[in-house]
């Protein structure tokens, strides 16, 4: 009868335990008009989004911390691990902020410190003074991206590469860049970005099993190759929107997460294109006030923070800039500053719909 008791008292500490961690591992559902948010708007941006996108595969729009729509084409599922590409970036970009916090390193380190043996015999100017912030911003002083292939050195040929410009002062997009970063914080930590990342940013966010691909010499990626689910994305979003802060917790230094996600370099001038509004530690700019970390074949994380709102997006498609325009021209009139009245009826048909989306079979020629 004692040994009874115990095991029941046990019993109880553990699922005491437990629930509030399961209660944590998802965010919060309301219905759309709760958020201020119309479901006949949003039906009409998945509407448009499966007809003018070819193929989406998954959204999940959360509006003042709740999810108010999320749905998969199918095959797709909730549970899909899905490859992030560039996205994975922002990740990596995250790992460097927490780096810094930790007394790790400094925006202002020149990135030779932590590659004395794979530097070249007689390093440029340019590459002597290349540094992290030059890394995070896309301006190493590269013509073009270095190639990183095979089973070389990563971080040598990187360094090997020539920098015709002075750092800082050209902005070329470059995933190798951001593979360097992973590489820094795998040389000062002990440990990859994937597993420094672990206690400080997945688990707090209930973010499971993340997959991570690695180089020859054992470095996550960085730059690509990290695999998490949709509502995963959701959740980094809306971290970053809540200024690195998740339940109560200050997850991210809010000090980073501002730096992160604000212009830290110009990228082009044109006001019509997404990829044209300026640059930050590894996020992107936004027309509409927001920012993005984005990835190939459009995976997205949008953050509103006027609009107190995210969606993360998965797709396979070649025309990112699509996307975008149908959140623009299709969701954004949808974001109401006050809860709206409760529609039952839009509500059920937007659940269809949501509930019905598969993934279209290509046209036979």
Avoid at 40 to 57: G, I, L, Q, W, Y
Avoid at 204 to 218: A, D, E, R, Y
Avoid at 298 to 326: K, Y
Avoid at 330 to 336: F, Y
Wanted: hydrophobic letters at 35%; a positive charge; proline letters at 7%.
């Amino acid at each position: 009868m004692h040994l009874s008791r115990v095991l029941t008292c046990l019993t109880l500490l553990f699922m005491a335990i437990s629930l509030p961690l399961q209660a944590q591992s998802s965010l919060p559902r309301s219905t759309p008009e709760a958020q201020g948010v119309s479901s006949s708007v949003v039906r009409s941006f998945v509407e448009a989004a499966d007809k003018k996108v070819n193929t989406m595969h998954s959204v999940m729009i959360v509006r003042h911390g709740h999810v108010v729509a999320e749905g998969w084409w199918k095959p797709q599922t909730a549970e899909t691990p899905h490859v992030m590409h560039s996205l994975s970036k922002s990740f990596s970009s995250t790992a460097i902020g927490l780096a810094i916090a930790d007394g790790k390193l400094s925006l202002d380190d020149e990135i030779l410190k932590f590659f004395p043996e794979d530097a070249p015999p007689v390093p440029s100017k340019n590459l002597k003074s290349m540094r992290v912030r030059d890394l995070l911003i896309m301006s190493t002083g590269h013509e073009n991206e270095p190639k990183l292939a095979g089973s070389a050195n990563w971080a040598k040929t990187f360094l090997a590469h020539p920098v015709p410009h002075k750092p800082g002062t050209h902005f070329v997009y470059n995933t190798p860049a951001t593979y360097m970063l992973s590489a820094i914080v795998q040389k000062v930590t002990g440990q990859t970005v994937l597993d420094y990342l672990k206690p400080r940013l997945f688990e707090p966010l209930g973010i499971t099993n993340p997959k991570w691909g690695v180089s020859p010499q054992g470095v996550s990626l960085g730059g690509f190759g990290l695999y998490i689910r949709t509502e995963d994305i959701a959740k980094f979003g809306q971290l970053y929107n809540q200024n690195g802060k998740w339940e109560g917790k200050q997850i991210i230094p809010e000090s980073w997460t501002r730096l992160a996600t604000s212009r830290q370099t110009s990228n082009g001038s044109n006001p019509q294109s997404d990829w044209d509004q300026g640059y930050g530690y590894q996020f992107w700019r936004c027309r509409n006030g927001g920012f993005r970390g984005d990835g190939a074949n459009g995976q997205f994380c949008i953050v509103l923070p006027e609009h107190d709102t995210v969606i993360a997006i998965t797709a396979d498609t070649r025309d990112m800039q699509s996307i975008l325009n149908v959140v623009w021209e299709n969701l954004l009139p949808a974001l109401q500053p006050k809860a709206l009245p409760d529609n039952k009826t839009d509500q059920d048909l937007l659940k269809q719909t949501l509930s019905n989306l598969s993934i279209r079979e290509p046209a036979k020629k």
